[in-house]
């Protein structure tokens, strides 16, 4: 598994939930790699072909006395589709960009969700611009990744990301330049010239706009793996204390032989152990399957699940007594390897007139054991 180190990291530190927008950051930039070098194949097949033609037109010229350029189509095929290679590079132009526009997005949840634990910013309103504004509040987190990324919206760089997209996208269409020198036999494929908000871009290099940022955004990614690994491999996380993983499992047997049959449970509930003196107001939960230590016979990996549980039991460490429950805080309907996006789901802790939710949880509701992602505490009673 790709990245296991970083995510054991993430787990242990209780912040296992930025690592899809790490993961998320690294398919964006790999998806921009392959339309970079599709980019460049596309300007190179054009500019060989058109070059191939005007050279051939000398050729006539003085091998005849008449040389002619005649109009032609240079076209490419695009999955059977035959477009013109000058509307082909545009495509995967604009499409890149969008690809880095959004790399940028994803690296703020990034960073929001790494260093910021439980005060992290909702996902719907952590922008860069307001990650970036909320750094400086956590004086822990210093060094020159930070000075970096509290400076990102001031590099040139991201800007033209921004700003190019922005016009794209709100204001006018954006085109690129392809022109082929009749004479000096040179091609060259730049971007439009634009302004947004008195900020001017000139016609640049197509390809090499792309490189440029491209090479950037990897920079900043492989960066902040390094700084937030090197930080937690010395320090924890100081917003992550309603966090916890997997509840344990009881299960009660009524005779050892339905034990042995697993069939015929009389008492069953998830639960988590708490001091009944210190109980907090909520918790946060999310499941866990570590498979990083297995042998070398077996695959090493690691999965993070959703809380799939209406209802935990809070238990007192001291009597094991339960002394509450609790309860999800959203509406949502969970499942192992749905479309949610990974969350420690949060519950709130109910310690009053819960008798009667938990003894309908224990007696009613349908309840499955996780054996992997749940410690099972098995009791059963005597024939």
């Given at each position: ?48 072909e058109e070059l191939d033609l ?53 690296f703020a949840q990034w960073i ?272």
């Amino acid at each position: 598994m790709k990245n296991i180190e970083l995510l054991k990291l993430l787990v242990d530190k209780k912040v296992a939930d930025a690592f899809q927008f790490f993961t998320s950051c690294e398919y964006k930039l790999d998806m921009a790699k392959m339309n970079y070098d599709a980019l460049v194949n596309l300007i190179s097949k054009y500019q060989s072909e058109e070059l191939d033609l005007i050279k051939q037109v000398f050729t006539d010229a003085r091998e005849t006395g008449t040389g002619v350029y005649k109009s032609h189509k240079n076209v490419v095929d695009f999955f059977g589709i035959k477009i013109d290679t000058t509307i082909a590079i545009e495509k995967v132009f604009y499409e890149t960009m969008g690809l880095l526009h959004s790399f940028f997005d994803t690296f703020a949840q990034w960073i929001n969700s790494s260093l910021f634990g439980e005060k992290a910013l909702p996902i719907k309103k952590a922008s860069l611009l307001n990650v970036i504004k909320r750094l400086p509040e956590y004086s822990e987190y210093s060094g020159q990744f930070i000075a970096d990324f509290l400076d990102i919206i001031n590099d040139d760089r991201y800007v033209f990301v921004s700003d190019y997209n922005n016009t794209q996208k709100h204001r006018y269409q954006l085109y690129v330049h392809n022109e082929v020198d009749f004479f000096a036999l040179k091609g060259k494929v730049d971007t439009q010239c634009f302004s947004k908000d008195g900020r001017k871009h000139i016609r640049t290099d197509v390809a090499s706009v792309v490189l440029n940022i491209l090479d950037y955004c990897k920079a900043l990614l492989l960066n902040s793996k390094s700084f937030i690994e090197s930080y937690y491999n010395n320090n924890d996380c100081n917003y992550v204390e309603h966090r916890l993983y997997n509840p344990k499992t009881y299960l009660y047997f009524e005779n050892e032989s339905d034990y042995k049959q697993m069939k015929n449970v009389k008492n069953h509930y998830c639960y988590i152990e708490v001091n009944a003196h210190n109980v907090l107001e909520q918790y946060q939960v999310m499941l866990v399957s570590d498979h990083s230590d297995a042998d070398e016979n077996e695959d090493k990996n690691i999965e993070i699940y959703n809380s799939i549980y209406p209802i935990i039991m809070l238990k007192d460490k001291s009597n094991n007594q339960i002394i509450g429950i609790l309860k999800p805080e959203d509406q949502e309907q969970y499942k192992f390897s749905d479309e949610h996006y990974i969350t420690y789901r949060r519950y709130k802790s109910i310690t009053s007139d819960y008798q009667s939710e938990m003894f309908k949880s224990v007696c009613e509701d349908d309840f499955k054991c996780y054996p992997l992602l749940s410690e099972v505490i098995v009791y059963y009673g005597t024939d």
